[in-house]
């Protein structure tokens, strides 16, 4: 059996703000899904999580982004049948970019069980073209992130990895709201609004564009505490184009009294995942507390290397 593994994603900054050209901080988290690919007579793919995804004998699943990355595959020559499994520890339809780690991790065990070379580029090219059935317009991050892992800073569709070194003592915990959205319409209900108001609004993306630059050199000078202030202030400005909802505000505030050095939501909002920045020693009340709630959470770090064998 051959198992590759790829990590899911969080958004730092600039979540919405990137639609209008704006810049974007996301970074790779140690948190993963995995696909194992064996000998089968026909293609077949199960997740532990959803069930079966692809049956070629049974004719389920051939409009997905399994089959489009099986036919990108297949045009690259490979023709063997496989069976594969799947199971992840990401949060589905959340934001973390958990579809795109499943298509990374896929296809990078495919390649290599094809006898085929898996390199990034070409892993992300093919999970790209999977992205595209689910997300009608991707940005790319989500294959990018799970492919190459790390930071990557983003804008109007270029992509730039920045050296990163997390020390041990600072940790990102992420909370499932539990609520569901339909991004597309948060994302147009923010467009709209942005059209509606662009004379204020302008200036709250031109500040988003200056915290992305002012996360960036606290990145690189190694000072990851302040992150946190940078967060909340980042909290505001979503806020301020209606993306944040009830319980995410609710979220945000337990744990940023329960010892966050910030907290804001990431990605779409109104629902999905809160993400929040701790020292590890300052954990401890946090979790009780979620677990108490009934809050699904993960404690992660960045994950540095992206998609690889296990
Ligand atoms: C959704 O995860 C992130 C948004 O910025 C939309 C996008 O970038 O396509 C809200």
């Not at 059996?1 to 639609?19: D, N, Q, T, W, Y």
């Not at 390199?119 to 059935?133: C, G, H, N, T, Y």
């Not at 790319?140 to 730039?160: C, H, P, Q, V, W």
Request: glycine letters at 10%; a neutral charge.
């Amino acid at each position: 059996m051959i198992c590759s593994r790829a990590p899911g994603k969080i958004i730092l900054f600039g979540e919405h703000f990137v639609v209008k050209g704006f810049p974007g901080l996301g970074v790779a988290l140690n948190t993963y899904a995995r696909a194992c690919v064996e000998n089968n007579d026909f293609n077949y793919v199960e997740s532990k999580q959803l069930g079966v995804l692809f049956d070629e004998k049974r004719g389920f699943g051939l409009n997905t982004n399994i089959h489009a990355l099986i036919n990108e595959i297949r045009g690259l020559g490979c023709e063997k049948n496989f069976r594969a499994f799947i199971d992840s520890s990401i949060f589905i339809s959340s934001g973390m970019g958990s579809s795109a780690a499943v298509s990374v991790a896929l296809t990078h065990a495919i390649l290599r069980f094809c006898g085929l070379d898996p390199s990034k580029d070409l892993v992300s090219k093919i999970a790209f073209e999977a992205e595209k059935v689910i997300h009608k317009r991707p940005s790319g991050i989500d294959n990018t992130l799970a492919t190459y892992g790390g930071m990557i800073y983003y804008r109007s569709g270029e992509f730039k990895k920045i050296d990163l070194e997390w020390p041990e003592n600072y940790t990102i915990l992420v909370v499932n709201t539990g609520i569901e959205r339909n991004t597309g319409v948060v994302v147009k209900d923010v467009l709209d609004l942005y059209e509606r108001r662009r004379d204020i609004l302008y200036n709250v993306y031109l500040a988003a564009e200056k915290l992305v630059e002012e996360a960036l050199s606290k990145i690189r000078s190694g000072d990851i505490e302040s992150l946190g202030e940078l967060m909340n202030i980042a909290q505001g400005l979503l806020y301020t184009i209606n993306v944040s909802c009830k319980r995410c505000e609710e979220i945000i505030w337990l744990l940023r009294g329960s010892g966050a050095l910030g907290a804001k939501l990431s990605g779409a909002g109104r629902g999905g995942i809160v993400i929040s920045l701790f020292r590890r020693e300052d954990l401890s009340k946090i979790t009780s507390i979620l677990e108490r709630e009934g809050l699904r959470y993960l404690i992660a770090q960045p994950d540095l290397y992206g998609v690889s064998q296990i």
